[in-house]
Structures are given as structure tokens and as C-alpha cells.
């Protein structure tokens, strides 16, 4: 059964940068697979942060943290990761990644199901606290 666990959360200062990752288990990256991270803050809904369609390692990201995040995948890890940078306190959040079972065809597909947040896989999530 697939599984995904994020890891890599802490509490640091604004400006400070973190990385997370997120480990997958009966799932292979290696292929043209769709991945993303969300998050979601105290008493608000749930925030797309980025999508990756491993395909040709295409991203996208939300208005919020573009320039300032990044999205990888080490296949060889069956891993993915969000490097956060320039950390500011609006990005305090539970960070969860997710994926998509089957294969993807495109990186336009990906983001349409990155949009609709239809993933068929989640992790537990992990904490990330950015105090000013």
C-alpha cells in the first residue's frame, strides 16, 4: 500500500529556510508521475503550494511562495522535496505532500489536478512554525 512521509517541519525565524521531504513507499517516482505539496494554517482551508510532474521534472507554483520555494524529486530516493527560503510567519502551516496513483501525461495535467487538489495519496503532514 502506498505510502508518503513528510518530514524535515521545525520552528524557525523569518528569513530562515527549511526543507522538507517526502519519502514514498509502493510508489516509483522514476516515472511520469504528478506530485504536489499543500498546507493548511489554523482555520483556514487548505492552500496548494506547488505541483511536480516528474515526467520532465516540470513545476508550479502558488503566487505566494513562488521565488521563494522549490520542488525536486530524487527517484533514486523516491523522494520529493519543498525548499522553502526567505520564510516568512504567513507561511506557518501543516505541510502535506501528495500524489497521484497512475501515471500523468503532461505537466498542464498535473497542475489541473494539482487545481482540483484530487490526489489520490496524502502524508500526515508535517509542522512548520515561522515566528517574525
Known amino acids: 500500500q502506498v505510502q508518503l512521509v513528510e518530514s524535515g517541519g521545525g520552528s524557525v525565524q523569518a528569513g530562515e529556510s527549511l526543507r522538507l521531504s517526502c519519502a514514498a513507499s509502493e510508489y516509483t517516482i522514476d516515472a511520469s508521475r504528478c506530485m504536489a505539496w499543500f498546507r493548511q494554517a489554523p482555520g483556514k482551508e487548505r492552500e496548494g503550494v506547488g505541483t511536480?510532474?516528474?515526467?520532465?521534472?516540470?513545476?508550479y507554483y502558488a503566487d505566494s511562495v513562488k521565488g521563494r520555494f522549490t520542488i525536486s524529486q530524487d527517484n533514486a530516493k523516491d523522494t520529493m522535496y519543498l525548499q522553502m527560503n526567505s520564510l516568512k510567519p504567513d507561511d506557518t502551516a501543516m505541510y502535506y505532500c501528495?500524489?497521484?496513483?497512475?501515471?500523468?501525461?503532461?505537466?498542464?495535467?498535473?497542475?489541473?489536478?494539482?487545481?482540483?487538489?484530487?490526489?489520490?495519496?496524502w502524508g500526515q503532514g508535517t509542522q512548520v512554525t515561522v515566528s517574525s
Open positions: 511536480i510532474y516528474t515526467g520532465d521534472d516540470s513545476t
Open positions: 501528495a500524489a497521484k496513483r497512475g501515471f500523468s501525461d503532461s505537466g498542464s495535467s498535473c497542475r489541473s489536478t494539482w487545481a482540483d487538489g484530487t490526489f489520490d495519496y
